[in-house]
């Protein structure tokens, strides 16, 4: 079993920068691909960034490509999400998300493990 733990959300200015922080434990899959979705407020959950474990591929959404960095921290076991130039339309519960494989799938149903989310409020 795989649990994963979101930090480092919080309130932040336009133009500001935060970085999200998840925590994995629990049995280490080899073949794994780490993501990280949003969810506004009456809107569905979409894709934000994903990374493969072992080989570090990484694949973004087009409204954060340049802006949002995702990365494996190896020694701390830990997916990072830096967000950079942050706008209001970035306000959204962030969730970090796991599924088994190397594709990097921006569609959320094929992720089997989940955190309870961190919530990023970006203000204007």
């Known amino acids: 079993q795989v649990q994963l733990v979101e930090s480092g959300g919080g309130l932040v200015q336009a133009g500001g920068s935060l970085r999200l922080s998840c925590a994995v434990s629990?049995?280490?899959?080899?073949?794994?691909?780490m993501g990280w979705f949003h969810q506004a407020s009456g809107k569905e959950r979409e894709f934000v960034a994903a990374?493969?474990?072992?080989?570090?591929?990484?694949r973004y959404a087009d409204s954060v490509l340049g802006r949002f960095t995702i990365s494996v921290d190896n020694a701390k076991n830990s997916v990072i999400l830096q967000m950079n130039s942050l706008e209001p339309e970035d306000t959204a519960v962030y969730y970090c998300?796991?599924?088994?494989?190397?594709?990097?799938?921006?569609?959320?149903?094929?992720?089997?493990?989940w955190g309870q989310g961190t919530q990023v409020t970006v203000s204007s």
């Open positions: 998300a796991r599924r088994e494989g190397s594709l990097m799938s921006t569609n959320a149903g094929s992720y089997d493990y």
């Open positions: 629990g049995r280490t899959i080899s073949v794994s691909t």
């Open positions: 990374t493969s474990w072992r080989d570090r591929g990484t």
